[in-house]
C-alpha cells in the first residue's frame, strides 16, 4: 500500500514536471513568435500627450504578435535631438521614433519614403489637417506620418474692443489692416510722452522669427527655398521685405512691446500667438471670458499658421517595416487610439489629432479642457495653413537672424542692412550644414 502511494506520487511529480517545461516552451515559442520593434520617442511630450505606455498596451492587445519596446528620452526637444542622433549614428537598433516635424533636417536621409505604403493602403494626405503632411513632406519623399498639431492662432480681448468702440469683423475676415488699426486705437498712453500703459498688440516680446516666418507666407515670401531641409536662403526678396516692414512696424509705431506676456497680463489687445485654455485659465487671467480665438489674419496673399506637427517616422534601417507600420498607424489613424488619448486622466495639454475625421472627437471629448473649442478646429482647419520650416542648424539661424531684427528695432541699424547681412548669414550657415 506504501509502495503504491509512493508510486503514484513519483508519477504525479514526473507529470507536474512535465507540464511545467511544456508550459515553459509555449511560453518561450510564443515569445519568440512575437516581432518585437524598438520606439524611441520623446518622454516630455509624448508620455504626457500621447498616453504613449498606455498606447502600446492597447496596441499588444490588438495586435499580440507584435511586441512594442519603448526607449524614453526624455528632457528638452534639445536633448532628445542630442540624444537621437548619438543613437542613430551609433547603428542602434530603433525602427521608429518620433521627430517632430520642426525639430532637425538632417534626420530626414533617416527616414524610409512612406509613399508606397500609403498608396497601397490608400491613405490620402487630404486625411489630414492642412499643413500637416506637408511638413513631412520633401519632394515626393513623405518621410513622416503626422500623429497631432500644435494648436496656434491670434486672440482678441472683446472687452478692451469694446472699450475703444471697434466692432470686430468674424473670425475669418480679420487681415492685417484690421490688425494694425487695433494696435493704433488699443493703444493708450497717460500722456503724450509717455510709454504706453496698454498696448494695442502683444508681439510675444521682441522680433521672433518664428512668427515672422507665418507672416512671410501671408505676402507671399519663402524665406528658404522649400519648407522642409531647404538648400538655399531668401530672406532677401520684396515678399519677404513687405513681410517683415509689416512685422516691424508694430514696434515702430510702439503699439507694440518688447516685453513678454501682455496679452495674458491684461496689458494688449490682441495677441499673435495664442494656444488652446481652459475656461478657468482665462477666468483667472482675464476676470471674464471675453477672450475670442482666431485664425491669424489674412496677409496681402493668404493668413493661417505654421503648423507644429507632432510625427511618427520609420527608420530606413528598420527590420520589421511592416509591423513597424501598422503601430504608426495605429497611433496616427485609429480613432479608437484617438479617444482613449483624449480620455485619458492625465491629460493636460489639448494637442489635436492631426486626422480631420477624429475633429467630432475632439470638439466631444475636449470641450472640457478647451474654451472656445470651435475656434481652435476652425483654426486648425483653416486652409492657408503651412508646415512649419524644418531646416538643418535651425537654432543658429534663429539667432543670428533675431539679432539683427532686434537692431533694427532698437534703430542701431537700417532694415535693408539687416536684411542684406541676414541672407548672407543664414545662407553661410545652410553651406556649412549641408558640408558637414
Not at 419 to 430: F, G, K, S, T, Y
Request: aromatic share 12%; with cysteine.
Amino acid at each position: 500500500m506504501i509502495r503504491s502511494c509512493q508510486r503514484r506520487s513519483w508519477y504525479l511529480m514526473i507529470l507536474l514536471c512535465a507540464a511545467f517545461i511544456v508550459a515553459d516552451m509555449s511560453a518561450a515559442a510564443t515569445a519568440q513568435d512575437k516581432t518585437k520593434i524598438v520606439f524611441a520617442y520623446w518622454g516630455t511630450a509624448w508620455s504626457r500627450d500621447h498616453d504613449i505606455v498606455a498606447a502600446k498596451n492597447r496596441f499588444e492587445a490588438l495586435y499580440p504578435y507584435i511586441e512594442v519596446e519603448l526607449l524614453e528620452i526624455p528632457g528638452s526637444s534639445a536633448n532628445f535631438v542630442q540624444q537621437l542622433k548619438i543613437y542613430l549614428a551609433a547603428g542602434m537598433d530603433i525602427d521608429a521614433v518620433t521627430v517632430m516635424a520642426s525639430m532637425d533636417a538632417s534626420f530626414v536621409p533617416f527616414f524610409a519614403d512612406l509613399t508606397d505604403l500609403m498608396t497601397r493602403d490608400d491613405i490620402k494626405p487630404s486625411l489630414f489637417l492642412p499643413g500637416s503632411l506637408e511638413s513631412l513632406t520633401l519632394g515626393d519623399t513623405i518621410w513622416g506620418l503626422p500623429v497631432s498639431v500644435v494648436l496656434r492662432g491670434g486672440a482678441y480681448n472683446a472687452r478692451m474692443l469694446a472699450e475703444i468702440g471697434f466692432a470686430p469683423p468674424a473670425p475669418l475676415d480679420w487681415t492685417w489692416d484690421t490688425m494694425q488699426e487695433v494696435a493704433k486705437k488699443g493703444t493708450l498712453y497717460h500722456s503724450a510722452n509717455s510709454e504706453p500703459t496698454r498696448y494695442g498688440m502683444d508681439m510675444v516680446g521682441p522680433p521672433n522669427v518664428f512668427y515672422l516666418y507665418g507672416f512671410g507666407t501671408h505676402a507671399g515670401a519663402m524665406f528658404f527655398d522649400r519648407f522642409v531641409d531647404p538648400t538655399k536662403t531668401a530672406w532677401n526678396t520684396p515678399e519677404a521685405r513687405v513681410a517683415i516692414e509689416f512685422f516691424l512696424s508694430f514696434y515702430d509705431n510702439k503699439w507694440a512691446s518688447l516685453q513678454k506676456g501682455l496679452f495674458q497680463s491684461n496689458k494688449a489687445v490682441f495677441t499673435i500667438d495664442s494656444v488652446p485654455r481652459s475656461t478657468q485659465w482665462i477666468e483667472e487671467r482675464f476676470g471674464h471670458q471675453e477672450i475670442e480665438f482666431i485664425p491669424m489674419p489674412r496677409g496681402p496673399q493668404k493668413g493661417g499658421f505654421h503648423q507644429g506637427t507632432h510625427a511618427v517616422e520609420l527608420l530606413k534601417t528598420s527590420k520589421n517595416k511592416e509591423a513597424t507600420w501598422l503601430w504608426m498607424k495605429y497611433l496616427a489613424m485609429s480613432l479608437g487610439e484617438i479617444e482613449a488619448r483624449y480620455k485619458a486622466p492625465q491629460r493636460v495639454d489639448p494637442h489635436m489629432s492631426a486626422l480631420r475625421e477624429a475633429a467630432p472627437l475632439y470638439l466631444s471629448i475636449s470641450k472640457d479642457l478647451v474654451a472656445k473649442i470651435e475656434s481652435w478646429v476652425t483654426i486648425a482647419g483653416h486652409p492657408d495653413n503651412t508646415p512649419r520650416y524644418v531646416v538643418r542648424n535651425g537654432a543658429q539661424i534663429t539667432t543670428v537672424a533675431q539679432a539683427e531684427l532686434l537692431a533694427v528695432v532698437n534703430k542701431e541699424q537700417p532694415l535693408e542692412s539687416a536684411m542684406e547681412r541676414i541672407q548672407q548669414q543664414v545662407q553661410a550657415i545652410l553651406d556649412d550644414a549641408f558640408r558637414q
